[in-house]
């Protein structure tokens, strides 16, 4: 426990007049603390204004009361005054009197102080009590952190009892945490929806890179009409994409149905070539992707229209993000799992 503080002295006052330093704080028990006037008004403005609060019948003693917590809680809070400090143990014992009194009095440090130990110490039998202790006391960093315990381990809290009695006698708070909760679990949703569709997005711009690597150097199996692949050449950076789209391209050259248009995986190919010539900054003559001359002319549907530019914006975004990032992926390259590659989507529709 911190130390209690010492009675003030008559040398404490620079007037000479021990009545104008010397304080009593009178506690819930009957306890009377001696206490400094000045130490006090510097540490607490609102200490400050009832100290120096003028008075009609003026008693030789002044006393401040501090009830409705432990008499050695509030000990503790006077010695702080003194000291700026307060042991773990106290800590331990009075986190939650010592709160109060920092946000009823004014104390920012030791309140501070007391949000780290209850965060530090939260659990789900305690997190309804705290959580209904830091709305009342205006601690946001605290009432975030047990709100998201409640959110995370709701099962578990909603057996507790500090919830039953959350229920019954404050239905508000509890609206309040399961918005809360429901607005997390969406939010988590999106998040989840928006790196599926991002993952979509780099595999489709890495499938242009290796579509044109395919078309213009030509990778293992499959080459440009003009060049045939080199049988010592070794398996390329994106290897599984590139095997992928070899694969089909293969496909797609011995594939009967696709002349009546019934096969799925000849239209994701065509898609694909389709989706290089919206990207294709090449002039016609110089770019050796087939087809990719013949599609930049190609009109769509209206209804088609407004979805492929859309698709065609977010692939672009994605290449150009990955290319930012290509240093970094290279010296983190041993620390990175293999890519999806084209055969995860190649049975998806790109315009969906």
């Known amino acids: 426990m911190c130390r209690r503080p010492a009675s003030p002295t008559e040398s404490d006052n620079a007037s000479g007049d021990p009545t104008e330093t010397c304080i009593q704080i009178v506690t819930s028990g009957g306890r009377r603390i001696p206490a400094n006037a000045n130490i006090l008004a510097s540490a607490s403005t609102v200490l400050r204004s009832v100290i120096y609060r003028p008075e009609k019948n003026r008693s030789s003693e002044k006393t401040i009361p501090i009830l409705g917590v432990p008499c050695d809680a509030v000990e503790v809070f006077v010695g702080f005054f003194y000291s700026n400090k307060c042991t773990e143990e106290d800590m331990e014992k009075y986190r939650i009197h010592l709160l109060a009194l920092s946000h009823v009095y004014l104390v920012p440090q030791l309140k ?28 946001p960093d605290l009432y975030l952190k047990c709100v998201k315990l409640v959110s995370n381990s709701f099962k578990s809290v909603e057996k507790t009892e500090g919830w039953k009695f959350l229920q019954t006698n404050d ?5 309040e945490i399961l918005q809360f909760i429901d607005e997390s679990e969406s939010l988590r949703k999106r998040s989840r929806k928006r790196r599926k569709e991002q993952s979509l997005y780099l595999q489709l711009s890495e499938a242009m890179d290796c579509l044109e690597h395919i078309c213009t150097e030509g990778c293992l199996s499959v080459g440009p009409y003009d060049k045939k692949p080199s049988k010592n050449m070794s398996p390329c950076s994106k290897f599984s994409t590139c095997q992928g789209l070899q694969l089909s391209i293969r496909h797609v050259a011995n594939c ?34 087939p087809l990719c001359r013949r599609l930049k002319t190609q009109k769509m549907k209206k209804k088609e229209e407004g979805r492929w530019e859309l698709l065609v914006k977010k692939v672009t975004l994605a290449k150009a993000t990955s290319s930012l990032l290509l240093p970094k992926k290279k010296r983190n390259e041993n620390d990175l799992t293999p890519p999806c590659g084209f055969n995860d989507y190649c049975n998806r529709s790109l315009v969906c």
Do not use: Y
């Open 112 to 139: 501070t102080r007391c949000t780290k130990a209850l965060i530090e110490r939260l659990t789900v039998e305690n997190v309804v009590d705290v959580l209904q202790l830091a709305r009342l006391c205006d601690a």
């Open 171 to 175: 239905p508000f708070l509890e609206l």
């Open 256 to 289: 009967r149905k696709r002349v009546n248009g019934g096969c799925v995986r000849c239209k994701r190919m065509w898609q694909l070539f389709k989706l290089h010539s919206s990207i294709c900054e090449l002039p016609d003559s110089t770019c050796k992707v």
